[in-house]
């Protein structure tokens, strides 16, 4: 195997270097073997905002909610989500819907 670090993007064993950087040949994704502030834990919205504590977001698509006549429509702004770890990452309230768990993948930062 190789003697660099896997892609942080996919995964992959076939990163090799270019400059100071790193390449993953599978999907093209570049980074510093040196930079510390890539962190695992870091979670994005759909445009790649990092996401805290407090924020408040907008969902870019319709999501249907189980149990739910209607689906929660795409521009609804959520205020003051909390993070945590899982497939679904964003705790919040939404107005009309109580309580709900969001992927991070489906807003953005308002």
């Known amino acids: 195997m190789s003697e660099f670090p896997p892609c942080p993007n996919c995964q992959s064993n076939y990163a090799y270097p270019m400059d100071a950087l790193l390449v993953c040949p599978e999907c ?3 980074w ?3 930079d510390e502030t890539a962190d695992e834990n870091v979670i994005k919205d759909a445009n ?4 805290q504590d407090g924020d408040s977001v907008v969902v870019v698509k ?3 909610v189980k149990g739910m006549p209607k689906p929660v ?4 702004k959520v205020k003051n989500i909390r993070l945590k770890d899982g497939d679904h ?3 919040c309230k939404i107005d009309g819907f109580g ?3 969001l992927k991070s993948e489906f807003v953005k930062k308002a």
Do not use: R, S
């Open 99 to 101: 309580a709900m768990a």
């Open 89 to 91: 990452n964003i705790d």
């Open 62 to 64: 319709d999501l249907p």
């Open 48 to 51: 790649g905002n990092v996401l």
């Open 28 to 30: 093209g994704y570049e």
């Open 73 to 76: 429509k795409a521009g609804t």
């Open 32 to 34: 510093n073997p040196e």
